[in-house]
């Protein structure tokens, strides 16, 4: 069987730098023919509902493309509402994000972002001060997602991440107000990354000759060190979100309470597209406005970088992130909410957007598979709508994953606080007194259609690896095992297992400190990881 990946180029380069490392995060791929995207259609009153599969165009490229796969959801129809994931057995655990209950209207994911969130408008000695004031952007984007949060639809699935230095996991998806509530007012809004650092303003010291410039060139080198650090850890953070949750079906929302992002949105969007996820930017700074001038030097300076430009961050003319917001936004078919006091109503409007969504696939001709970025274009034939949806995807023939694109994916997945649904598998764990005391017996079902196979002669050849880790409260590993799982199948078989799924046992030795069971299954053929994460005081 012929497989296609596309390969997500990482391209996060902060606007200010001419280039970067690149960030050490592994690309998704996506092991599949199929197109999708999700398309909101709106006029003038709002989302448009009604649409059959003959009222769109889809190009790829400029080329007409056959729409083979289509589906509408509504928020008002009960037979498009979408179940997560149903109640799970006793002891029983999934990668597949849970949310009780079949009446699922949309599903969104809240980043708080204390990382792209700066700290510090103050200016230090013979620093220019900043243009534009931006502290207690987070503090500020929390109070109206707490006013939002209030007013709740049950029918809503959100799940709370917070972006320190890493990412937390808050709150997996639920609709429950009291719960989310809670947990947003003992948030902790303060920035990790200070304004002096990443957007420094000019230097003017007494000191004559070169000694201004000089300082400024310092400054730069020491900005560019930690927005090469803040973009990896960025893009770690949204590839462990794409990760969770690419296999809940059709579009999500990334309702992002952020402020500064020097990034590319191409790099941003390439990891959100594949899952299905549609990016709502909100900028926390609200109604953005210049800050006062406070001395005839300051008053120098800004009439400077009106008349002449100026070269550095603090004294840009326009808010930097505004830009990369409402681009991202553009490429993943989202809405970027800037410039706004109303952040209420803007949280508000990306959560209800997917009231009406429309999903467009479409098969890949191998003659398309060139390696370069494909520009998708969809047109409704109905005049005074407007459409938003993914601009476009990268495509290469799939290559075998190498040693480290392995190891780095599988421990990328064991320091990810979120688990990864690469592979959807469901695992039960059960305490057993044998081979000895207070043993762990793990059992687990792998669905294989993300699995890749080739073709020897009449049979269907892949392989699985699975790793079972105990760690304890500091994430260290206390015992870890591999077993890989060679699959050889007849089409008969084959068909048969892509139904019923591949089904494992182990048994774990006790581990005294143990806290966690992390439970890894990888295809050694993609490199792809699914992971369940189980915390021992969850098994009875």
């Known amino acids: 069987m012929t497989r296609v990946k596309a390969l997500l180029v990482f391209l996060l380069v902060p606007v200010l730098l001419a280039s970067q490392s690149p960030p050490q995060t592994p690309p998704i791929h996506v092991t599949t023919h199929l197109v999708q995207i999700g398309v909101i259609v709106r006029d003038n009153t709002g989302p448009v509902s009604g649409l059959i599969r003959e009222d769109f165009a889809l190009f790829d490229r400029g080329k007409p493309q056959t729409i083979g796969v289509f589906t509408a959801e509504s928020s008002s129809s009960s037979a498009s509402e979408r179940t997560i994931s149903q109640s799970l057995p006793l002891n029983t655990f999934s990668d597949l994000p849970q949310a009780n209950g079949p009446g699922v209207r949309s599903v969104t994911i809240v980043l708080l972002d204390n990382l792209n969130t700066l700290a510090g408008n103050g200016h230090p000695g013979y620093e220019s001060g900043p243009l534009w004031m931006e502290d207690l952007a987070l503090a500020n984007a929390k109070a109206h997602l707490i006013e939002f949060i209030g007013t709740l639809d049950p029918r809503d699935r959100v799940a709370i991440y917070g972006l320190t230095d890493t990412l937390h996991v808050l709150c997996d998806f639920t609709s429950e107000r009291e719960r989310l509530l809670v947990i947003l007012k003992n948030y902790d809004t303060t920035s990790r990354t200070n304004r002096n650092l990443v957007e420094p303003g000019r230097s003017h010291t007494p000191v004559p000759g070169e000694f201004n410039p ?139 957007d997917s009231a009406v969504t429309y999903t467009l ?84 079902s792998v669905d294989i259609h993300d699995v890749h196979f080739t073709e020897a002669g009449k049979l269907h050849v892949g392989a699985l690896d699975v790793t079972v880790l105990e760690q304890d409260p500091t994430g260290k590993v206390l015992h870890e095992s591999t077993n890989r799982i060679n699959l050889r199948f007849t089409e008969e078989k084959y068909s048969v297992v892509l139904k019923s799924g591949i089904t494992f046992r182990e048994s774990v030795p006790p581990q005294n400190s143990a806290t966690t069971l992390r439970v890894l299954v990888q295809d050694p053929a993609t490199g792809s990881v699914g992971s369940v994460i189980v915390p021992l005081s969850a098994v009875k």
């Open 214 to 352: 000089l300082v400024d060139a310092q400054n730069l080198q020491s900005m560019t060190i930690a927005n090469e650090r803040r973009a990896e850890d960025t893009m770690a953070a949204l590839h462990a979100i794409a990760s969770h949750v690419a296999n809940i079906p059709g579009r999500k929302n990334l309702v992002w309470l952020t402020a500064n992002l020097p990034f590319s949105p191409a790099a941003l969007a390439s990891v959100l597209d594949p899952a299905q996820i549609a990016a709502y930017p909100v900028d926390g700074r609200g109604l953005l406005a210049r800050k006062p001038v406070e001395t005839d030097d300051e008053r120098g300076d800004q009439q400077a970088a009106y008349l002449f430009g100026n070269s550095m961050p603090a004294q840009t003319t326009e808010p930097i992130g505004v830009d990369t917001m409402q681009k991202l936004a553009d490429e993943t078919g989202g809405h970027a909410f800037v410039n706004t006091n109303d952040l209420t109503g803007a949280i508000r409007h990306a959560v209800e």
């Open 361 to 444: 696939g479409f098969y890949i001709d191998s003659a398309a598979l060139d390696g370069k970025f494909h520009e998708l274009k969809v047109q409704v034939r109905r005049s005074g709508l407007s459409l938003r949806y993914p601009k476009g995807y990268f495509a290469l023939r799939d290559q075998p994953a190498s040693k480290d694109e392995r190891r780095n994916n599988f421990l990328v997945a064991v320091k990810s606080p979120l688990e990864s649904a690469a592979i959807p598998f469901e695992v039960r764990v059960d305490r057993l007194d044998r081979p000895a005391s207070n043993s762990l017996g793990v059992s687990g």
